[in-house]
């Protein structure tokens, strides 16, 4: 079965910048598009990045020009960049394989905490 594991969250300054990992512990990137979905406290989770298989992305419009979703084949690792952070980018980031378009695939990874605070 395969597994998602995200890491590199943390706390960071309003104009910070971290930098998400998600790996997978099988090769998906070739049949899966991957995608970054947050969730922030008493909200709904909602959609952030999309990778798909041919290297095309799509941003949601409040992180779009501040974060870039990539990934490294041979790592099995899919990021997401997050440049410029504000206060309102705190969630928890979630990892999923297999959406499409804005719609979650079924697996997701466990969820890293990103804090942006002064």
């Known amino acids: 079965q395969v597994q998602l594991v995200e890491s590199g969250g943390g706390l960071v300054q309003p104009g910070g910048s971290l930098r998400l990992s998600c790996a997978a512990s099988?090769?998906?990137?070739?049949?899966?598009?991957m995608g970054w979905y947050r969730q922030a406290p008493g909200k709904q989770r909602e959609w952030v990045a999309t990778?798909?298989?041919?290297?095309?992305?799509n941003y949601a419009d409040s992180v779009k020009g501040r974060f870039t979703i990539s990934r490294e084949n041979a790592k099995n690792t899919v990021y997401l960049q997050m440049n410029s952070l504000k206060p309102e980018d705190t969630a928890v980031y979630y990892c999923?394989?297999?959406?499409?378009?804005?719609?979650?695939?079924?697996?997701w990874g466990q969820g890293t905490q990103v804090t942006v605070s002064s």
């Open positions: 990778l798909n298989n041919s290297g095309q992305t």
């Open positions: 099988t090769s998906i990137f070739r049949i899966y598009a």
């Open positions: 999923n394989a297999g959406l499409i378009l804005r719609t979650p695939g079924d697996l």
